[in-house]
């Protein structure tokens, strides 16, 4: 849009591509609408008719929710508090006794410094961060 303000008939120009942009937008925001309509229809095995409302009262929720400033504290703290410190207790059990050894030492490569890193980076991401992950969540 800067290039096109310069140039004749600019301003036109910029008005027709923001809204050719808002066209898209608004195309783009109806296929995933029929997208959800159809998974809907199909999962549920619900009539068109009821798969539009359901889908539709869905999609006001979430344009509403975030607008309610007690939602917006209640997901802040939600979030803060309790989502992040579970998926990062997730991802320390999953990376310290789920991925395989091989795999893991593959992250250090091979030395007696490296070695020696390695033995506290396990132990500390078994053993050391789910404690402290809990202490957090549990506070």
């Not at 050719?20 to 999962?43: H, K, M, N, P, Y």
């Not at 504290?73 to 050894?101: I, N, T």
């Not at 980076?121 to 050391?128: N, V, Y």
């Amino acid at each position: 849009p800067q290039i096109l303000v310069h140039q004749a008939y600019g301003r036109v120009l910029v008005v027709l591509y923001l809204l050719s942009v808002l066209a898209a937008g608004a195309a783009g925001a109806i296929s995933i609408f029929d997208c959800l309509v159809f998974q809907t229809e199909r999962e549920f095995k619900w009539p068109r008719a009821k798969a539009v409302l359901h889908v539709w009262a869905f999609c006001a929720a979430l344009v509403t929710l975030p607008l309610l400033p007690l939602f917006k504290d209640v997901m802040d703290v939600v979030g803060a508090e309790v989502l992040l410190p579970l998926s990062a207790l997730f991802m320390s059990y999953v990376v310290g006794w789920k991925m395989p050894g091989a795999a893991q030492r593959q992250i250090f490569g091979r030395s007696l410094m490296l070695d020696t890193l390695f033995i506290l980076w396990r132990f500390s991401i078994r053993f050391l961060v789910p404690a402290f992950l809990l202490y957090l969540l549990l506070r």
